[in-house]
């Protein structure tokens, strides 16, 4: 049996994929992943493996020790593994690359990551509402959103978060860390994706676009947000009244409804606010300055939402349909009560304002 590990052939082939061996035994050992038969099981917990080896490797999660060291750095590792990926690190080898692209990774795990990127697989779905993932880690992370579980807690205040990454995010905060500088002017940013999005002020380019209205959109996250409003999926629910909304961040705005909670607080007067923006717009009385400026005809605006409605009287752009009268308005406000509960909004909003126009042959009602 040893003596065949030295042979330079591989006669031994897989029938499901391409992968050959030098002995009976690999074959049998690789054919288990392709089975879902998991005979192996953890002493310790409900963990079941298709080999032992892959019980061996689990069981150091369940012990301290950490054997594996890094001669370069120290690091150390519960399994061989992690070490070897480690290493990669140090020697600046990336030895996995992919077919599609020229992008390259330390270990094949994320490859298989990447992959999917071109595949469009998303194999991780959440068990209580239709999200799907690309990656068994976001699984979690969004099943967190349904259990109401925050894992990750601010030292500085009471802020609790759903993952880690968030966390770093947040204490940015605390510590007024703008780490992204845009190249071309003196901006910084505490969020990559808000630098990519600012830079294309500069560029003028948008490299996403939705495959539904052609529209498009800075990033990937803001075109996933974005193709929410074709499905109209809202995985995001409150645990309290049971609203649903098709974004994190709209939900922990919500949830302030219920808590009362105003976090922000005007440094001039003893105001407090449950939005930041409102806070921004209120410190203008004190101030006297409008941060944002048209391109177009130089109008001076206080804050973001009311630069974008501005921008509509030059574009035309009139994105509230009533879908009784056909009527097309630049803002929610010019809909009438008639047509609210058939509105069709065809872009980002959360908020729908009464208004007084009369829809077609509608004859005020005489008591």
Not at 51 to 80: N, W
Not at 123 to 139: D, E, Q, S, W
Request: aromatic share 6%; glycine share 4%; net charge positive.
């Amino acid at each position: 049996m040893h003596i065949q590990t030295h042979r330079k052939d591989r006669p031994y082939q897989c029938d499901v994929c391409v992968s050959t061996f030098k002995t009976v035994l690999g074959l049998k050992n690789h054919a288990r992943k392709h089975s879902d038969k998991r005979p192996h099981k953890c002493d310790v917990c409900a963990a079941t493996f298709k080999t032992r080896q892959g019980v061996t490797s689990h069981m150091h999660r369940h012990s301290d020790e950490r054997p594996y060291k890094c001669e370069v750095c120290g690091a150390t590792f519960k399994i061989l593994q992690r070490l070897m990926d480690h290493m990669l690190i140090h020697t600046g080898e990336r030895p996995y690359k992919c077919k599609v692209c020229p992008w390259a990774f330390r270990s094949m795990s994320n490859l298989n990551k990447h992959t999917r990127i071109h595949t469009g697989e998303r194999p991780y779905g959440c068990t209580v509402c239709p999200a799907r993932f690309k990656i068994n880690a976001h699984l979690k992370s969004h099943l967190r959103i349904h259990t109401g579980e925050k894992p990750y807690t601010c030292h500085l205040c009471e802020y609790r978060s759903v993952t880690r990454s968030d966390l770093k995010k947040h204490l940015m905060v605390h510590t007024g860390e703008k780490p992204f500088a845009c190249d071309t002017c003196a901006a910084t940013f505490a969020r990559k994706h808000l630098l990519l999005s600012h830079e294309q002020v500069h560029t003028g380019k948008r490299r996403h676009q939705c495959d539904v209205c052609k529209l498009r959109i800075a990033s990937v996250s803001d075109l996933h947000k974005h193709m929410r409003t074709h499905t109209g999926e809202k995985p995001y629910r409150c645990d309290v009244c049971k609203k649903s909304f098709s974004q994190a961040p709209r939900l922990s705005k919500h949830l302030m409804v219920h808590t009362g909670e105003k976090p922000f607080a005007c440094d001039t007067c003893a105001a407090t606010f449950a939005r930041k923006h409102l806070l921004l717009s209120h410190e203008q009385v004190h101030t006297g300055k409008r941060r944002y400026q048209c391109d177009v005809c130089k109008l001076r605006i206080a804050s973001v939402s009311d630069l974008h409605k501005h921008m509509r009287t030059h574009t035309g752009e009139k994105p509230y349909r009533c879908d009784v009268c056909k009527k097309s308005q630049p803002g929610p406000s010019t809909v009438g009560p008639l047509c609210q509960s058939s509105l069709t909004v065809s872009s980002h909003t959360t908020r729908l304002d009464d208004h007084t126009t009369n829809s077609p042959k509608r004859r005020p009602t005489v008591t």
